[in-house]
Structures are given as C-alpha cells and as structure tokens.
T-cell receptor
Framework: GDSVTQTEGPVTVSESESLIINCTYSATSIAYPNLFWYVRYPGEGLQLLLKVITAGQKGSSRGFEATYNKETTSFHLQKASVQESDSAVYYCALVNYNQGKLIFGQGTKLSIKP | EAAVTQSPRNKVAVTGGKVTLSCNQTNNHNNMYWYRQDTGHGLRLIHYSYGAGSTEKGDIPDGYKASRPSQENFSLILELATPSQTSVYFC??????????FGPGTRLTVL
C-alpha cells in the first residue's frame, strides 16, 4: 500500500541555520500522486504548508521549499534560515486516489533554539 | 472564521463510558475525515465520509463508529471507551484528490 516515511524527530536547529526534513514515499494507487507538507503549530490543528501536484515541480511557502522528485520518490522540506516561530510538527503526505484519503508520515517535531 | 470546528476541545472519560466527538465544517466539502494522532504514528484514519448519510471505515476503525447526518456535521462515537483510545483526534474536510482542512483537535483522555 501507499506509505510515507520522514525524518525521525525530534529535530533541534539553531535560529538562522538551515533545515532539511526528509520525506520519501511509496505510492501504489497512482504513479505520480499529489504531495503535501502540513504543519501543526502548538495548540492548533494541521494546516497546509505547501503542495505540489506535478512531478519535477517545486512548491514554496513561508520560506519553505520542497521539490517533487519522481526518480528518488522524495519530497524533502527545506528552509535556508529558520526562525523561532517555525517550531512545530511537520507532516509529509500523499493522496490515495482510490479512496480519496491522505496518507501521512509520522511527523517530525522541530524545535528552534534562539 | 474557522471553517472546521470540533467539540469538545478536551474530554476526560471513564473506561466503558460512551464518548461522542463532534465536527462541523462550513467549507461545503463532500468529504469529511476523522483521524487520531499518537506520538510516533503520525495521523491515522479512523472513519471518513463522502457525503451526508455515508460513512466508510478507515485504517483503524475498531472501537469507533461514525455518523454523518448532514453535509456540515460528522461525529465520531466511542460506544465503550478504553484507555487505549486516549489520543488527540482531528476532524478534516476536503474534496477527493485535494488538500484537507483540519479542525483544532480534541484531546481525549480515558481513565
């Protein structure tokens, strides 16, 4: 079945340093699924950070970027310079088209040291 | 204004008791979903619905029922709550193939 694997947390990064959270996927329902990054800030629900629906394309939002790489089946999340407000849990996800549902990775808790 | 709301936000229940978690959406989405989120597991799908009157089993439906009486409302029901159901529950709405919009979550503790 479909699955998503991402960087095991927790991850701690110093403010203004760069960040990468790895995400790899396996999709059986469709060759090139839509891919998403969601973020959950403390005390809030998940919200969409960025999405990419075309292989080879890059999505970006709030200084974060992720490129859909179909060769390596990866969708790593990167940011050049993190801020304290980026502390949150990040989830990589893909769409299972047969059931119209999202398949989530286990989440990566990110803490930023001031 | 929040498009997906959940109630209650926090709930403490006793083992063997009945618990109902409610979700309301104003997005006019056909699909609604219930997930639970536990450390190390990410979000796991419990039940989902394609529209009023429909419910479908997700990946971990055992011990849970769902009800979708209208386009806007989707409930998750624990008939006989157990401590293993202590978790954070998220409701979401969305359309097939597109992103989902999540509520703020309900923290349930079963003693």
């Amino acid at each position: 079945g479909d699955s998503v694997t991402q960087t095991e947390g927790p991850v701690t990064v110093s403010e203004s340093e760069s960040l990468i959270i790895n995400c790899t996927y396996s999709a059986t329902s469709i060759a090139y699924p839509n891919l998403f990054w969601y973020v959950r800030y403390p005390g809030e629900g998940l919200q969409l950070l960025l999405k990419v629906i075309t292989a080879g394309q890059k999505g970006s939002s709030r200084g974060f970027e992720a490129t859909y790489n179909k060769e390596t089946t990866s969708f790593h999340l990167q940011k050049a310079s993190v801020q304290e407000s980026d502390s949150a849990v990040y989830y990589c996800a893909l769409v299972n088209y047969n059931q119209g549902k999202l398949i989530f990775g286990q989440g990566t808790k990110l803490s930023i040291k001031p | 204004e929040a498009a997906v709301t959940q109630s209650p936000r926090n709930k403490v229940a006793v083992t063997g008791g009945k618990v109902t978690l409610s979700c309301n959406q104003t997005n006019n989405h056909n699909n609604m979903y219930w997930y639970r989120q536990d450390t190390g597991h990410g979000l796991r799908l419990i039940h989902y619905s394609y529209g009023a009157g429909s419910t479908e089993k997700g990946d971990i439906p055992d011990g849970y029922k769902a009800s979708r009486p209208s386009q806007e409302n989707f409930s998750l029901i624990l008939e006989l709550a157990t401590p293993s159901q202590t978790s954070v529950y998220f409701c979401a709405s969305g359309d097939r193939g597109f992103e989902q919009y999540f509520g703020p979550g309900t923290r349930l503790t079963v003693l």
